[in-house]
Structure formats: structure tokens, C-alpha cells
């Protein structure tokens, strides 16, 4: 049965497999009750279960469709026992089967999709280039391996800003020196936060892809700047005149040379362009790069993997907060010119426990206190080690009144994307919110007080005048 994935729902681990088709019905009738989603364990894997947790090593599911023709499924057992010691169900199906369905009532019923049928031209009714990227857009991961041979695959990787190389030109070098093939070439081992350590070569067959610039697109794996695209048996530096005359396409060669490129959609699902499929194979694994050092292909495809399906390199907005200064609780509106208090959360998941555990090391985080356009963009840090996790910044809100946003958009290859808006009013003072004295109108306070003033006085001397003529005019006429 295939492993269903429902998004933001519990999941029921079974400590006992299904054995019969009426025991499924039966199960999946409560469980759907339940809204839960069905995850059986094998014996074989219940021990590995006990001894850590219940939870899939991806953060975002732990069931894999692996795409590949029956007789090349074994070629590739390191890889899957490699993702099966991770904790991933693993199932197989022939690019021409119809089961099992990659969609079922509009509900992926795999959380990753691997395509190793590089070679295939042609697939089963609901394996399509719209229907691949449909998946993406339902949250599920692809991983999708490549050839030198022309397929709609190669298609589809030209939506994704890739630029294949043209058919039967597969990736050659003659540096360094090696008794193999010059389309098989030992490339040296990435130093990217996408991949491990390990700092052995790695074995590569396969095709290379231009890349534009795209931002969404992540580089995981270059050519050395000593390779180039062109046949095998034309492969010699004639050819490469050749091609550096043409210009503009004609010229595939330098480090600029996408062989292993991720990218990463808008809502955060993860696709992963493989050049060629051998790198994957255990042939590749086992191959030695010199005699009793063996090469980096086992490790660096187990970490190609968990970068596609979400294991690494994944962060999260928990919760965010804001405030006045010296208060605890968040306003429904605030006034023009107040001293404001940002907070935000940030987890990173743990493959190892399936846990999210805080993250403080982003050093580039920014708010943007916006309205139409930021009034406000300032550095959000992290407070340290006495608040793991949190980010906090203290601002003065602008002296404009209208519906702001506290906005947190950070964007890094290789990396979630953390997204955070939040709206709320600015409004200007009350009546009696306003101070009663201001210090740039004591001219007018002066001069208003003067006048009444002088005018006082002015009234009492003209009145006081008056008073005294009529005393005298009294006096004479007695």
C-alpha cells in the first residue's frame, strides 16, 4: 500500500504490518475517522524506530516513489539502503506501470518523487511534465536524474531556467589524467553548507546544463573550468576550437556549468536536476579516485537527497511577537511616533530526532515596517544565548498614520525561505494625546498674551481717563 501524505496532520505508526487486504479497508476506514495519515513499520525497522522516534527524517514526509526501469533498479541499492537507514519507505514502480498512482483524489500519495529512468522516453499516462510540476506546487519533492539522450525530461528541465546541453554531448575532460573514459571525470567535492565534509572526488557521467539567473535556481555541483560538452569520439581540443568559434550556444565549457542543480519554488518545495544518473550507482560508490581512497559519490548522493526532500537546510518562523516598550502585550493600533518592540522565533528541524530546535545564527535577518513601501527597514539580530532563537529589534514607529506591516522576508539559496506579515493601524494622537505646550509656538504664546495684556492695560487707562473728565466737568458746573 502506498504511503499516503496529508499536510499538518497527525501520523499513526503501526508497530504491527498490515497483513491482509480486508485489514487495510478496515484500518484505513477509522483512520480517515481519524483524520490521521496510515505509516506502517516493518520488523525489520521497528527496532531502528524504538531507539530514536516516531517521526520521518524529512520535514515533510517519509515515503519515496523511486521511478526506474526493473532491470537498472539494482544498480542503485547503496542509494536506497542509504535512504531506508534514514527512515524512508522506499517503493519502486517501472516508468510504463500505472500503479501506484502518484496523485490519488487530488492527495500526492508520496511525499518525494525520485525519476532514475533517465533514458525513457516515454511514461505511464500520469507521469507528465505538467503533472511533475503540479506535485511541486502540492508541496512534494522531486529528485530527477538526467542523460545525454534527448527525452521529455530534458524538456521539462528548461522551465526550471536550465539549459541542457544539446544531445549526445556529455560532459568530457581530460584533467586530470585518469585510465578511465573522458566523459567519466573525477570532479573534486563542493565546498558548499549543502553538502557534508567529505572532501573526496566525486565520479561523474552524464550530461551538464547552462544555467541563467534565476534566483531561485541553487548550484549544488559544477564542472571543473577544464570541461566540456561535445561527442566522445570527437572530444579533443579541435573540437573545442570549433566550438569557442561558433560562439554565443556553441561554446559549453568552464565551471559555469551546472552538473547537480537544485531549485527551490516559491512555497517551498524542492527540485533537484541530476546530469547523470551513474553518479548515483554503486559502481560509482565502490569506484576508487586513487588506489585505497574511495570516492565521495555514496556520502555526496545521501546528501543531495536530504537537501532535495527537506531534511537539510530547513528553517521556520515559530511565532512573532510585537509590543510598546515596557509592555508585554501586542496593541491593536499604535500611535505615530512609539517606541516599538519586534520579536521573532526561528527553528531549524533536525533530521536526527525530527525535532525543531531553535536557530540564532542568521546574521543578515531585516524588518521592514511597511506601508506601500518600507518606512521603516531595519537589522533584525538575534538576542543570544540568554533567548535561543529569537530575534528582537526596538524602533520608533514613523510619524505617519495609515495600515503598516511588520514584514520579515529572508531568501537564501539553499536555504526555506522565511516569510512573515503582519498588519497593523498607525494612527495619530488623540485630542488629549498631543502636548499642551509646544516650544516652537511660544512667539505666538507671547505675542498673544502681550496683546491681551496691552489691551487690558490700554482699557483701564482710557476708562480711568474717562472717569477723571467727568469729575471735572461735575466740579465746574457746581
Known amino acids: 500500500m502506498a504511503k499516503g501524505k496529508l499536510k499538518n496532520e497527525p501520523h499513526l505508526f503501526l508497530a504491527q504490518p498490515i497483513k491482509t487486504k480486508q485489514d487495510a479497508i478496515t484500518l484505513t476506514w477509522k483512520v480517515k475517522a481519524m483524520g490521521t495519515q496510515v505509516n506502517t513499520i516493518t520488523p525489520g525497522r521497528r527496532k531502528a524506530f524504538a531507539s530514536t522516534s516516531v517521526y520521518a527524517k524529512s520535514s515533510t514526509g517519509d515515503s519515496v516513489l523511486v521511478i526506474v526501469e526493473p532491470k537498472k533498479q539494482d544498480d542503485y541499492n547503496m542509494f536506497y539502503e542509504g535512504l531506508r537507514e534514514r527512515g524512508f519507505e522506499v517503493t519502486f514502480r517501472a516508468p510504463r506501470a500505472e500503479t501506484p498512482l502518484l496523485v490519488e483524489d487530488d492527495v500526492p500519495n508520496f511525499s518525494h518523487v525520485i525519476i532514475f529512468a533517465s533514458e525513457t522516453k516515454s511514461f505511464a499516462k500520469d507521469i507528465t511534465p505538467q503533472s511533475l510540476v503540479s506535485l511541486l506546487n502540492q508541496n512534494t519533492n522531486l529528485l530527477i536524474a538526467l542523460s545525454t539522450k534527448q527525452t521529455q525530461l530534458t524538456s521539462l528541465a528548461s522551465e526550471f531556467s536550465l ?160 509590543h510598546q516598550v515596557n509592555e508585554t502585550e501586542p496593541r491593536e493600533q499604535y500611535t505615530t511616533k512609539d517606541q516599538l518592540v519586534y520579536t521573532a522565533h526561528i527553528s531549524k528541524y533536525n533530521p536526527q530526532n525530527g525535532k525543531w530546535n531553535p536557530y540564532s545564527d542568521i546574521t543578515d535577518l531585516q524588518l521592514s515596517f511597511t506601508m506601500l513601501d518600507p518606512h521603516v527597514r531595519t537589522a533584525l539580530p538575534a538576542v543570544g544565548p540568554s533567548s535561543p532563537g529569537d530575534y528582537t529589534v526596538q524602533f520608533r514607529a514613523p510619524d505617519r498614520h495609515g495600515v503598516f506591516k511588520f514584514v520579515v522576508d529572508w531568501k537564501r539559496k539553499g536555504w526555506t525561505y522565511l516569510f512573515s506579515s503582519t498588519t497593523v493601524p498607525v494612527v495619530p494622537p488623540r485630542h488629549d494625546g498631543y502636548p499642551r505646550f509646544l516650544s516652537a509656538a511660544w512667539p505666538y504664546y507671547i505675542g498673544a498674551i502681550s496683546t491681551s495684556v496691552a489691551f487690558f492695560l490700554f482699557s483701564t487707562i482710557w476708562l480711568a481717563g474717562e472717569i477723571k473728565e467727568r469729575k471735572k466737568g461735575k466740579g465746574k458746573t457746581e
Open 163 to 322: 539549459s541542457p546541453a544539446p544531445p549526445g554531448t556529455p560532459l568530457i575532460s581530460y584533467f586530470p589524467a585518469h585510465s578511465e573514459s573522458p566523459s567519466v571525470i573525477p570532479i573534486p567535492a563542493p565546498s558548499s553548507n549543502l553538502i557534508s565534509t567529505s572532501k573526496a572526488p566525486i565520479w561523474y557521467s552524464g550530461t551538464s546544463f547552462a544555467l541563467s539567473n534565476n534566483p531561485l535556481i541553487v548550484p549544488i555541483l559544477n564542472a571543473p573550468p577544464h570541461a566540456f560538452a561535445s561527442e566522445v569520439d570527437g572530444g579533443s581540443a579541435d573540437s573545442l576550437v570549433d566550438a569557442t568559434e561558433k560562439g554565443g550556444e556553441g561554446l559549453w565549457a568552464g565551471s559555469s556549468l551546472g552538473l547537480v542543480t537544485g531549485f527551490q519554488t516559491r512555497n517551498g518545495a524542492r527540485i533537484v536536476w541530476a546530469g547523470g544518473v551513474e553518479m548515483f550507482s554503486d559502481e560509482f560508490a565502490q569506484k576508487e579516485v586513487a588506489p585505497g581512497k574511495p570516492s565521495g559519490n555514496k556520502q555526496f548522493a545521501q546528501d543531495v537527497a536530504a537537501w532535495a526532500f527537506q531534511e537539510s537546510n530547513v528553517l521556520r518562523i515559530d511565532h512573532i511577537s510585537h
